[in-house]
């Protein structure tokens, strides 16, 4: 695996040219975008779409996420872009809004996993926009780590995952929101979000407690550690547990129960930082494999409720009791 490091503000087209020469060659590529680390793979091409699934250990069964830029023509990818989904891309493009709609029939089965729905979005990362427009076609890029991990969110992270899976990593630093982008699925004028995440969109449908069967990406156990991890509702005190393990909270968390660590996440009045956190903390909480990791959740809305989300599935939703 070759690296890249880039400047994560304002890179260079000949530094990052040749992670699109790449690319376009059907090569795989882990890059930064404003979420989290993704791992890029030109769309078009089927033999590299599945060294996505291979290299993530991801089944075959739950779709990729398709990377454009927002003045890109999509008639090849969505079947039609109505006024609503015009709408939305308006508003939160570039950004971390992904949109998913009916598909138009060029896009490959093995991206939709064979769903009549497309997942698309336009990343305002500069490296990642920049990479895009230097590829000039759709890349599919799911978050750059091994199936239901936690999501990378520097170019370490993704070295240790997928190392010796990928041909090549660009290093831009840490990414600026740290959890992954919302996801609304647009039918009509109607609007149901199926991921939370920093884009809040007013008037929209939820449907984020469905069973996993309706939409792939929302299995109970995700963006999880190895060590056994349970949650702690918000402003609760961990209360005695026994055993060891660490607790992740806030600033203004109950003390950690004896024999517990703790470990902070920063103020919870602050999302931004506590979102940009979070899976960095996982991960080096993680590393020290301790008996249990008790996540206490943040009580907010909004983007709290986006990380809240992901607390809940690292945690499969089970208590400390
Ligand atoms: O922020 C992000 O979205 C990151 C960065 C790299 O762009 N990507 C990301 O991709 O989180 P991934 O593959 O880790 O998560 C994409 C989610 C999956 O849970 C998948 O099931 C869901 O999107 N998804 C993809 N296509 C879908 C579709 N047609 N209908 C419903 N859900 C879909
Ligand atoms: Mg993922």
């Not at 690296?3 to 087209?13: H, Q, T």
């Not at 793979?41 to 250990?57: H, I, M, N, P």
């Not at 076609?137 to 091994?146: G, H, K, L, T």
Request: zero cysteines.
């Amino acid at each position: 695996m070759r690296i890249i490091r880039v400047d994560a503000s304002r890179p260079k087209p000949e530094t990052l040219r040749p992670a699109a020469e790449v690319l376009r060659s059907g090569g795989l590529v882990a890059f930064p975008t404003e979420t989290v680390y993704g791992l890029g793979a030109l769309a078009g091409d089927e033999a590299a779409t599945a060294r996505v699934f291979a290299a993530k250990g991801r089944p075959a069964s739950d779709p990729l996420i398709v990377h454009v830029r927002p003045g890109w023509d999509l008639s090849a990818v969505f079947a039609r872009v109505s006024p609503a989904m015009r709408l939305l891309m308006e508003r939160h493009w570039p950004g971390p809004l992904t949109i998913v709609a009916e598909k138009h029939p060029a896009v490959v089965d093995l991206v939709t996993s064979g769903m009549p729905t497309v997942a698309v979005r336009a990343p305002s990362h500069p490296v990642a926009a920049l990479l895009l427009d230097l590829v000039g076609a759709p890349v599919v890029a799911p978050s750059a780590n091994r199936f239901s991990y936690v999501s990378p969110t520097t170019a370490e992270h993704v070295a240790r995952d997928l190392g010796d899976e990928i041909d090549m990593l660009v290093d831009a630093g840490r990414t600026p929101i740290g959890i992954e982008s919302t996801i609304v699925a647009v039918d009509g004028n109607t609007v149901t979000v199926l991921r939370r995440g920093s884009v809040v969109i007013d008037g929209a449908g939820d449907d984020i407690d469905a069973p996993p069967s309706a939409s792939p990406g929302r299995l109970v156990v995700h963006y999880a550690p190895r060590s056994r991890t349970r949650l702690i509702e918000a402003g609760a005190s961990a209360g005695e547990p026994g055993g060891s393990g660490v607790v992740v909270g806030y600033a203004d968390s109950a003390p950690a129960p004896d024999g517990w660590g703790m470990v902070s996440l920063g103020d919870r009045a602050d999302l931004e930082d506590v979102a940009r956190r979070l899976y960095r903390v996982l991960r080096e909480v993680d590393a020290a494999e301790p008996p249990t990791i008790a996540i206490e959740l943040t009580g907010r809305p909004g983007l709290g409720a986006a990380i809240d989300d992901r607390i809940r599935r690292a945690a499969g939703g089970r208590y400390l009791r």
